[in-house]
């Protein structure tokens, strides 16, 4: 079975702050990760995918399979960043797995 | 530019009265997903149609039905919707031809459903 984890369902920061999103997944084999974002008043979209290793909006995430984690981190957070963040796995098959979400707050 | 669309954007259906939900897109993508999200949870994956087939989570109700009459288009169909199938739900596409990353799901803006 394929699980995702996150521990935070409401995240607040000021403006220029760090911010970092937890997510943790149980899988047995390789999974893929991913982050998607959901912008008030938009669909969901991609954020970032493990297997791109590439920065987007200046957020960056590390998959960590000795932790089975793959945090979202952006070192200076912007009011734009303001957002629902869902961590998913896909395993073996193409469907993803979404975690609970964690609303993110950025306060000027 | 809208790749997947969803319509309508919201519905009202009373307790009981059978509801479709749609979906289209011109992205091409052979698979087609729908979800059901509830308030602060998230997506929760209703079933898939990989190309023709039909692929039931085993946790979905019966009472939730789908239609692929091509590539382009999906069904959402509650045949006797209840309270507790107030949602939005979101149809989403995605090309899955095995390889690593060219599965991206491209989500629609959903469909808020309220029952009376």
């Known amino acids: 079975a394929q699980r995702v984890t996150q521990p935070e369902k409401l995240l607040s920061v000021f403006k220029g702050a760090p911010v970092e999103l937890k997510c943790n997944y149980s899988?047995?084999?390789?999974?893929?990760l991913f982050w998607y974002v959901q912008y008030s008043r938009q669909r969901l979209q991609l954020l970032l995918r493990?297997?791109s290793r590439e920065s987007i909006k200046g957020f960056t995430a590390d998959l960590n399979k000795g932790e089975t984690s793959f945090h979202l981190k952006k070192p200076f957070a912007q009011e734009e960043d303001s957002a629902m963040y869902y961590c998913?796995?896909?395993?073996?098959?193409?469907?993803?797995?979404f975690g609970a979400g964690t609303t993110v707050t950025v306060r000027a | 530019d809208a790749m997947v669309i969803q319509n309508p954007r919201y519905q009202v259906t009373q307790f009981g009265k059978p509801v479709t939900l749609s979906c289209s897109q011109t992205?091409?993508?052979?698979?087609m997903y729908w979800y059901q999200q509830k308030s602060s949870q998230a997506p929760k994956l209703l079933f898939h149609?990989?190309?023709?087939?039909?692929?039931n989570e085993a946790d979905t109700p019966d009472n939730f039905q789908s239609r692929r009459p091509n590539t382009s288009f999906c069904f959402l169909d509650i045949r006797s919707p209840g309270l507790g199938d107030a949602a939005m739900y979101l149809c989403a596409t995605s090309r899955a031809s095995g390889s690593a990353g060219e599965d991206t799901q491209y989500f629609g803006p959903g469909t808020r459903l309220t029952v009376l």
């Open positions: 998913a796995l896909k395993g073996h098959d193409y469907k993803l797995s």
């Open positions: 899988y047995s084999g390789s999974p893929e």
């Open positions: 992205l091409n993508h052979n698979v």
């Open positions: 149609y990989y190309d023709k087939d039909f692929n």
């Open positions: 493990h297997i």
